[in-house]
């Protein structure tokens, strides 16, 4: 039971480098000790909604996504030349990626009904309202840069005046960055000849385009995390640090106490 709490622990910890350190510690209790300071000294600072789970691979503790770290993927791979495609071309290209042991990867979505998005219409046809615009947080795609790298309207994504330290951190998580098109897998459903795309270029937003004229980049993203405590379609479920540690200073007590205990 200890060993899978202080597993459960360490899959936690963002640094992967600590994580390694801990591990190699022979002693468990001198490993849980330690990986529950590390924890309750991380935990006092904020959790980070983006974790560098390794390969390549970054996860999002927010949505209970992991995203492919190289967001122009398709190019480095020599898929597309320059990695910008139309639609229906990204769409296959991502359902047809195997990456890091898993081939459930897809494009990431944008919410039509998003209001905190900074415009609205109404398409007619029977279909409710819609939102457009900038400062969109409620779809996957817009959340990760609007709300996790700290785009801005008017600049550019690259630009960090006025982010916090851990929008900062986070846009270093990703490689192959660049003001551009971005492509979705959400499709406008009052005219299947239209999708909807994230503009990431200075004064961009969330809007609809038609397909036929339109390209952009395709990020890469699939539900749930890839990390040692378990992948499934809910994420893990790990403990706060400070339980852990009520946890096992409880068990480390136990087990004193058993070696203390003289022989009968």
Not at 143 to 156: A, Q
Not at 192 to 204: C, K, R
Request: net charge negative.
């Amino acid at each position: 039971m200890m060993r899978k709490m202080l597993d459960q622990l360490l899959a936690t910890l963002p640094d992967i480098a600590l994580r390694a350190r801990l591990a190699r510690m022979t002693t468990p209790l001198a490993k849980a000790c330690a990986a529950v300071a590390a924890a309750v000294t991380l935990s006092g600072a904020g959790h980070a909604a983006l974790i560098d789970r390794g390969s390549g691979m970054i996860y999002d503790t927010t949505l209970n996504l992991t995203w492919l770290a190289d967001m122009n993927y398709a190019k480095t791979t020599g898929y597309d030349a320059d990695g910008k495609m139309n639609p229906d071309d990204a769409l296959l290209w991502a359902n047809d990626l195997v990456y890091g042991g898993y081939d459930d990867w897809r494009l990431p979505n944008l919410n039509p009904f998003d209001s905190s998005c900074s415009a609205s219409f109404h398409p007619g046809g029977g279909y409710g309202v819609m939102y457009q615009g900038w400062n969109c947080v409620g779809g996957e795609l817009s959340h990760l840069f609007w709300v996790d790298l700290g785009i801005k309207v008017g600049e550019s994504v690259l630009n960090s005046t006025g982010d916090t330290s851990e929008q900062v951190a986070n846009l270093a998580l990703f490689s192959n960055v660049q003001d551009s098109t971005l492509v979705s897998g959400t499709d406008y459903a009052p005219d299947s000849v239209f999708w909807w795309y994230l503009s990431i270029y200075p004064g961009g937003g969330q809007f609809i385009g038609e397909k036929l004229t339109s390209q952009g980049m395709a990020l890469a993203v699939r539900r749930g995390d890839v990390s040692g405590c378990g992948d499934s379609s809910h994420g893990c479920t790990v403990p706060e640090p400070q339980t852990l540690l009520l946890a096992l200073m409880a068990l480390g007590a136990s087990v004193l106490a058993a070696r203390r205990r003289p022989p009968r």
